[in-house]
DNA sequence: CATATGTCCTGAGAGC
DNA sequence: TGCTCTCAGGACATAT
């Protein structure tokens, strides 16, 4: 599931445990089979007790939770984790919780019927597919961050090109290869080769300069805006916020699950779907041309 | 039966 | 031969 919009917006909705302390890490009791937790809770929780938490940050589609010894909880969403702090969905597939407390005068003029001296952070995954790893600095740095891409926020048409333009691979396939950038998954893949205008199935290295930087472009323009409108929640609805609300974007997807459909900007060519490296990809046949040039970046 | 927002591992083949 | 890189395919677990 949850890609660079949405996992940002996980993080950002659950930035107010900044300044917290650990209290308790258990996982909680289900007959599912337990996801995979490194190393064993009991050891996260010898590593972690009374450890103040720094600050929240994003690596990819990971959500870094840093603490003051220095030690950070990877939390890997995969395909349908959510990272919250209220009203889980079910209890059926709560995975992990960390109980937390602020520390001396963080709640001063809080009222204290509100409980907020106390959160409470929770790990749900209906799939189970998600990881949760708690690494240590220098090892976060040479297994996790070496190993990405750059952050799909920052790239530019000259790193594109200088990391995708020599491959063979098709660009569609080459975008959710998070060690050459990352943040990028299905449906954001799609919508931004839909608004840069290039046909997915295109070859890396035959893609031209004009055509990264439009590539570049929109992957700001995407990426920004699906942020501003807190991520998609798709049909399934698994895909939630740190409270459980929805996100808004997949009312602005132009061609991800759009199969069929006439294209919004061009309105005459319909969507199509087709399968490349074992996922669908979705996209406009007349706007996204190999050789057309039709495209523009003005999106309505 | 087919579908699903992600990642990791294995094995084959290419190139040096 | 051996090392490295690339790519295709499958596995993971649950639900609709």
């Not at 308790?24 to 010898?46: A, R, Y």
Request: charged share 25%; with cysteine; glycine share 8%.
């Amino acid at each position: 599931m949850p890609e660079l919009p949405e996992v940002e917006t996980m993080c950002r909705g659950i930035k107010s445990i900044e300044g917290y302390r650990v209290i308790n890490v258990q996982m909680t009791k289900c007959d599912l089979k337990p996801i995979s937790i490194v190393p064993p809770v009991g050891e996260i929780l010898d590593i972690l007790k009374n450890q103040r938490i720094l600050d929240v940050g994003r690596l990819g589609k990971r959500v870094l939770v840093n603490f003051e010894n220095d030690y950070s909880l990877v939390i890997e969403p995969r395909m349908t984790g959510l990272v919250m702090l209220e009203n889980p969905p079910n209890t059926k597939h709560l995975r992990l919780e960390i109980a937390l407390k602020a520390v001396e005068g963080q709640e001063r003029g809080i009222p204290e019927t509100l409980g907020e001296s106390e959160k409470k952070l929770m790990f749900w995954d209906r799939r189970g597919l998600g990881t949760i790893r708690l690494l240590a600095g220098s090892d976060l740095k040479s297994q996790l961050a070496q190993r990405l891409g750059p952050d799909a926020l920052t790239i530019t048409a000259k790193m594109y090109s200088e990391r995708f333009g020599g491959r063979k691979k098709e660009i569609k396939v080459a975008l959710l290869d998070q060690t050459l950038v990352a943040g990028i998954g299905n449906i954001y893949a799609a919508e931004i080769l839909f608004l840069a205008g290039v046909d997915p199935r295109s070859a890396c290295d035959r893609i031209t300069l004009a055509q990264w930087e439009r590539i570049a472009q929109a992957t700001q323009t995407i990426l920004q805006t699906a942020i501003e409108y807190e991520g998609s929640t798709l049909s399934d609805g698994t895909y939630r916020n740190a409270i459980n609300g929805e996100g808004s974007y997949q009312h602005c997807h132009r061609v991800y699950d759009r199969e069929g459909m006439a294209c919004t900007r061009c309105e005459l060519g319909r969507i199509q779907r087709l399968v490349q490296g074992q996922r669908s990809t979705f996209f406009c046949p007349v706007c996204q041309r190999k050789r057309g040039r039709h495209a523009s970046l003005k999106a309505e």
